[in-house]
């Protein structure tokens, strides 16, 4: 059930971590470039860390119950590949597929990849952070095997899947 964000998560080089009970990926209409700083104001409570490497930065945002890490890409090498998918992804499940939001998916033009650990909080923490993000980039969320839109609104998606990011 999960084989979409395994995907996504491979091409981050975190295919060993999609065992987590909970990945998100959060597409985004402009680069990426909140600072530590930034993401401590928006994920109230939690430690923040930041590690740089070849590929991207790799941001470690942790509360006593649950983390989260956030993995960026200097460069998205597979885009038309990601895009591709995802818009036949949307296409396949019907429902509200508003040619609005299948423009919004090819215009992404940047992606973070996102390993919820042990999987979503009842307190709605990590939710949060997932919506600021995107709406902060007008971008949307795949997370379970459904997209949300920025204020973490299922917009179409598999029917057994949560009406919000985090199951609220």
């Not at 080089?13 to 930034?38: C, M």
């Not at 709605?124 to 995107?134: H, T």
């Amino acid at each position: 059930m999960r084989k979409v964000i395994t995907t996504l998560l491979s091409l981050f080089g975190l295919a060993g971590n999609a065992a987590a009970l909970d990945n998100a990926g959060i597409y985004l209409s402009s680069k990426f470039d909140l600072t530590v700083a930034q993401l401590s104001k928006i994920a109230v409570g939690a430690k923040v860390e930041m590690v740089e490497n070849n590929e991207g930065n790799s941001f470690q945002v942790s509360w006593p119950d649950v983390s989260v890490t956030i993995n960026t890409k200097n460069v998205w090498s597979d885009r038309t590949t990601q895009i591709s998918g995802m818009t036949n992804w949307a296409k396949s499940l019907g429902g509200n597929n508003s040619s609005s939001f299948l423009n919004k998916i090819a215009s992404a033009t940047d992606i973070l990849g996102c390993v919820i650990q042990p999987g979503y909080d009842k307190e709605q923490k990590v939710a949060r952070l997932v919506n600021e993000i995107a709406k902060r980039y007008e971008g949307f969320i795949f997370t379970y095997q459904s997209f949300y839109n920025e204020r973490g609104h299922k917009i179409v998606g598999q029917a057994n899947d949560p009406q919000k990011v985090g199951g609220a």
